[in-house]
């Protein structure tokens, strides 16, 4: 897969930089007109961004996962728990082909699905080979009944592969082992960024790198109030760094004249080899963002740059 916006030579940096500083230290309008957007990979998918863990990508990174919004059907006669069930099972999209595979279910889990047992989102993690994913499933609480210590089960997929040696789709089916924890990690298993925030105002707030400052950040909104940047260390989960170090992901967060919080912007920052160079700017809220374990892509569950219908979407940008 090709990807559009990348870091290509000093020329293009160098031009790129004016334009970046423009964006990031004018006061323009906060709707997110000069957005790079990235390149769309989850399809027409309204995809979840929930708070936990909304996607995650295979140690390999041959596969990312994520979960659709779930699909409520109102007459229970119209749609079984197991078709529902199907709908808003996670989806596994294929790195390297750009492939949305199907999802298929053993007779076990398609007992577990009709039984009640849902499959929630944010619970998965991987094998270290990326060969299997894992994932975490609790009988739904039914309406009018006491609330019950919840039963669980784990689901593992397994790529099931075509003739040549592709995977064609994933199956998932019932397992009593699970080598990993389902779940998005703790705070204190999330690394450190390697930058420190000096907030110099309301409205003013510098990052800073090996002694130097990297990025200064105004609001971008001409009727915010002030910004924010989380602390690197207390609010470690709203950064990441690539796997060699040199790319930095965080947001900023302004409150408008009413009190109310604006729309995050989302930035990636070079810390090494061309640091100085102004913040790419990715877009406004991006609810999570994570590196390619062997390169430097990044994939992030955002509001969809073009704004279509309000939904969300996973985007993806390549740096060098």
Excluded at 42 to 49: K, P
Excluded at 50 to 76: E, H, M, Y
Excluded at 126 to 144: N, P
Aim: charge should be negative.
């Amino acid at each position: 897969m090709v990807f559009a916006h990348i870091f290509k030579k000093a020329g293009a940096v160098a031009a790129l930089t004016v334009l970046l500083f423009l964006s990031v230290s004018c006061s323009n309008p906060a709707d997110g007109s000069d957005a790079t957007g990235g390149d769309i990979i989850s399809g027409e998918a309204d995809v979840w961004c929930g708070d936990r863990q909304p996607f995650l990508i295979s140690p390999d990174a041959g596969f990312l996962v994520f979960w659709p919004q779930a699909v409520s059907a109102p007459d229970s006669e119209t749609m079984t728990q197991n078709r529902r069930s199907a709908q808003n099972a996670p989806q596994f999209l294929d790195l390297k082909t750009g492939e949305n595979l199907p999802v298929e279910f053993a007779p076990d889990v398609t007992q577990a699905l009709e039984e009640g047992f849902q499959i929630g989102k944010g619970g998965i993690c991987w094998e270290e080979d990326g060969s299997r994913a894992y994932f975490s499933a609790a009988m739904a609480h039914k309406s009018g009944q006491p609330p019950q210590r919840p039963q669980r089960r784990y689901f593992a997929a397994d790529p099931v592969f075509s003739g040549d040696g592709t995977p064609k789709a994933f199956k998932l089916s019932i397992t009593e082992d699970v080598p990993c924890r389902t779940g998005p990690p703790h705070l204190h298993e999330l690394p450190v960024p390697p930058v420190t925030v000096l907030r110099v105002s309301d409205k003013k707030s510098q990052i800073v790198y090996d002694g130097g400052i990297l990025a200064e950040h105004r609001p971008r909104g001409r009727t915010s109030r002030g910004i924010s940047i989380p602390d690197p260390e207390s609010g470690r989960q709203n950064y990441a760094v690539s796997g060699d170090g040199h790319f930095l992901f965080y947001s900023v967060y302004e409150r408008d004249v009413t009190g109310f919080s604006a729309p995050s912007h989302s930035y990636v920052l070079r810390l090494k080899e061309a640091a100085g160079t102004s913040p790419y700017f990715l877009g406004l809220s991006v609810y999570q963002a994570l590196w390619n374990p062997l390169q430097n892509t990044l994939y992030a569950c955002m509001k969809d740059p073009h704004g279509k219908h309000g939904k969300s979407v996973i985007a993806v940008w390549e740096f060098e």
